[in-house]
């Protein structure tokens, strides 16, 4: 047993060691990170800050100010709406958002025949995320599967990264987010 510790260290070392070379070798290749076929908890595509792919959020959209006009609402969306402040306010978002999470609905039934995307959270007009969130512009959502297992969130980030949100990433291990231009 004491003999085949070391065997057994060495192996979990160099399974890291692939995995950040596998990581390395994909930098600035867009075209194998559309092929992966799961990210890693904590990656972003591109791996770069947000910010810098879907621009500042400098805007934020109340009920009442001109910016709330250009959101629309995913009423008809084959998509699960957590709605956790009962106001429906996670269903509006800009077209862009919503063209994207469309598109994705429709890989994730492919995969998962018998689960839905779900969206826990996408506009914000309570300001409960951080300041400049681009949830407060109706540009990011917050998602994971109707079955809420924490198993497919890899396969779902690699998912939206083929759905084409601006950038995607896997956040945590309760949900990916994925934000996109104005
Ligand atoms: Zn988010």
């Known amino acids: 047993m004491l003999r085949a510790a070391p065997l057994l ?19 600035g290749d867009p075209l194998s990170k559309r092929n992966r076929t799961q990210l890693f908890v904590g990656e972003r595509v591109p791996n770069v800050p947000e910010a810098t792919v879907v621009g500042a959020a400098d805007a934020p959209v109340s009920r009442d100010s001109s910016g709330f006009k250009m959101l629309i ?42 689960v839905d995307l779900r969206v826990t959270e996408a506009w914000d007009d309570r300001r409960e995320h951080g300041a400049g969130s ?5 540009r990011a959502a917050d998602i994971t599967t109707s079955d809420q297992d924490p198993a497919k969130l890899g396969t779902l980030a690699a ?8 950038w995607v990433f896997y956040e945590n291990a309760t949900h990916v987010h994925v934000s996109v231009k104005r």
Not at 14 to 27: G, I, P, T
Not at 134 to 138: K, L, P, R
């Open 9 to 27: 260290i060495f192996s979990a070392l160099s399974l890291s060691c692939d995995r950040l070379s596998a990581l390395d070798a994909e930098q």
């Open 73 to 114: 609402d995913c009423e008809d969306c084959p998509i699960v709406f957590k709605d956790e402040e009962r106001n429906r306010s996670d269903r509006f978002m800009t077209p862009r958002l919503r063209r994207s999470l469309v598109q994705l609905s429709k890989l994730v039934s492919q995969t998962w025949p018998k």
């Open 134 to 138: 681009v949830h407060y512009e109706g």
């Open 159 to 166: 998912l939206a990264v083929k759905a084409g949100f601006d």
